[in-house]
């Protein structure tokens, strides 16, 4: 059987990671799961952690992006499903490159925000193969599209229709 690997972009403020993973896990789902660095002084500072540092907080920026990027697009093109979340307090640019350049390889994305985000998301919104609101639809989406299976419908009903 399949390994699928998921690539959980997006804020990094909430556990909404934690809860697809445990998701997954209880429903038993072939996944293994990848993110960004998702400690945030460590993803801002790494550049000039290795590199040397900066007295321009532009090159400090531009050498950690870098650095992350390497990260980043190895995982996002390594991944069968990408999932990237908008969370509302902060608004993540890096997030919505993520799910451009899932989009520019074909990935299959799955967005995830509130209500009050959805015409900012628009053309995000659009290019995705799912758009959500909770980890627990993600998990859903998982089940379904990897196992075939729909909550609620027993084998016998999926079968019979």
Request: aromatic content about 8%; glycine content about 6%; some cysteine.
């Amino acid at each position: 059987m399949k390994t699928w690997t998921i690539y959980l972009s997006g804020e990094i403020h909430t556990d909404w990671r934690e809860q697809i993973e445990a998701g997954a896990k209880a429903a038993n789902l072939p996944v293994a799961f990848a993110a960004p660095v998702t400690h945030h002084e460590a993803s801002d500072d790494c550049g000039v952690a290795i590199l040397g540092a900066e007295p321009n907080k532009f090159w400090h920026d531009h050498k950690g992006a870098q650095m992350n990027a390497i990260r980043t697009r190895t995982l996002i093109e390594g991944a069968d499903i990408v999932v990237v979340r908008f969370g509302e307090k902060y608004k993540q640019w890096n997030a919505a490159f993520d799910a451009g350049y899932a989009a520019a390889l074909n990935k299959p994305t799955i967005i995830m925000h509130q209500d009050e985000h959805a015409h900012a998301l628009k053309e995000v919104d659009a290019a995705a193969l799912a758009v959500t609101k909770t980890s627990e639809e993600v998990v859903e989406i998982l089940r379904y599209v990897i196992n075939g299976e729909l909550k609620g419908y027993t084998d016998q009903q999926q079968a019979a229709e």
